[in-house]
């Protein structure tokens, strides 16, 4: 049982180049998340989709883009990557938006230069 | 706005210490509070407190909530190295469904 699973688990871009984040999940779960942590910090919501066919902004959204591709995955792309970008991204899911415990990948080590 | 404080920030142990974490909160219209634990990789998660569980246990672990005072505290008793690890708090709001508010976490080792 694979649980989360995100690609790649390293990415090395320059300024300005573009890239998307895969992320799937195999435990039929209905919500998932994008989340990003820098150095010291906790985990800041990017985007989440509560449920297949929705998509809501979440604490930083600005320079990413989401797509509920299914019930399975949620990719996250970077149309034009800056440095403030550098960081490790984690996709989450959960059975639902509430009171569901965050179920999550390995994350993905992003630098930007 | 949300906002999650967890203290201390890092914390540096012995085995067979015990070690309090907490995480203290302010969130318009609480619905939940879950602690997860964060090796190398992903977070894991450890409990889920809200208005029905305010106290919970899982071997060494446990973890209370007071929602009068607005915190919640976890123990871990008989540390082991094997409980280094970064400890992050989260709280969730019932008109925010799907938007977890996490604290910075508490970096814990635990000296052999």
């Known amino acids: 049982n694979a649980g989360v699973t995100q690609t790649p688990k390293f990415q090395v871009l320059k300024t300005g180049q573009s890239m998307t984040l895969q992320c799937a999940q195999d435990?039929?779960?209905?919500?998932m998340y994008w989340y990003r942590q820098d150095p010291g910090m906790g985990l800041r919501l990017i985007y989440y989709?509560?449920?297949?066919?929705?998509?809501d902004k979440g604490e930083v959204p600005n320079g990413y883009n989401v797509s509920r591709l299914n019930k399975r995955e949620f990719s996250l792309r970077l149309e034009s990557a800056a440095p403030s970008q550098t960081s490790v991204y984690f996709c989450?899911?959960?059975?639902?938006?509430?009171?569901?415990?965050?179920?999550f990948g390995n994350g993905t080590r992003l630098t930007v230069t | 706005e949300d906002k999650v404080v967890q203290s201390p920030l890092s914390l540096v142990v012995h085995e067979g210490d015990t070690v309090t974490l907490n995480c203290s909160y302010e969130?318009?219209?609480?619905?939940?509070l879950l602690w997860y634990k964060q090796e190398k990789k992903a977070p894991t998660f450890l409990f889920m407190l809200?208005?029905?569980?305010i106290e919970k246990k899982s071997g060494r672990l446990s973890s209370i909530l007071d929602k009068k005072e607005l915190f919640s505290i976890l123990n871990i008793t008989a540390t082991q190295t094997g409980d280094s690890a970064v400890y992050l708090c989260?709280?969730?709001?019932?008109?925010?469904?799907?938007?977890?508010?996490f604290g910075d976490g508490t970096t814990l080792t635990v000296k052999p």
């Open positions: 989450a899911s959960s059975e639902a938006p509430a009171n569901s415990p965050l179920h």
């Open positions: 435990m039929n779960h209905n919500s």
């Open positions: 989709s509560a449920s297949e066919g929705t998509t």
């Open positions: 969130v318009t219209n609480f619905r939940s």
């Open positions: 809200t208005s029905s569980g």
């Open positions: 989260a709280v969730e709001a019932n008109t925010n469904a799907g938007k977890s508010t």
